[in-house]
């Protein structure tokens, strides 16, 4: 059973980066044709794409958040971390990871989700 679970700050200033790193059980995130992808969902709106990192380390990013997002992981623990700089509150949301197979979505894998509030 694949399981992944979010962690980090539920509460970030404005102006700061934002740190998420998602745990990976069940899975090695080296295996070829997964995505592990970030996605989160702000109050009252849909559910937004973020980026996503495949199994030979390379990263992808929504276009509107490049310039803020980076994806990375960490092999050994069989994790990876999304950093968002520069947030606003607009960047409120509850942030997901999750597993696509074979392309960026769907996805069959969820982690429970975090809330992360901007706000100083």
């Known amino acids: 059973q694949v399981q992944l679970q979010e962690s980090g700050p539920g509460l970030v200033n404005p102006s700061q980066t934002l740190s998420l790193t998602c745990s990976v059980s069940?899975?090695?995130?080296?295996?070829?044709?997964?995505?592990w992808t970030w996605i989160r969902q702000s109050p009252g709106k849909g559910l937004e794409w973020m980026g996503a990192?495949?199994?030979?380390?390379?990263?992808a990013y929504s276009p509107s958040l490049k310039s803020r997002a980076s994806i990375s992981r960490d092999t050994s623990k069989n994790q990876f971390t999304l950093q968002l700089s520069s947030v606003t509150p607009e960047d409120t949301a509850v942030y997901y990871c999750?597993?696509?197979?074979?392309?960026?979505?769907?996805?069959?894998?969820w982690g429970q989700g975090t809330q992360v509030t901007v706000s100083s």
């Open positions: 069940g899975a090695s995130i080296t295996t070829n044709n997964y995505y």
């Open positions: 999750a597993r696509a197979d074979g392309s960026i979505w769907p996805f069959d894998y």
């Open positions: 990192i495949v199994s030979d380390g390379s990263p």
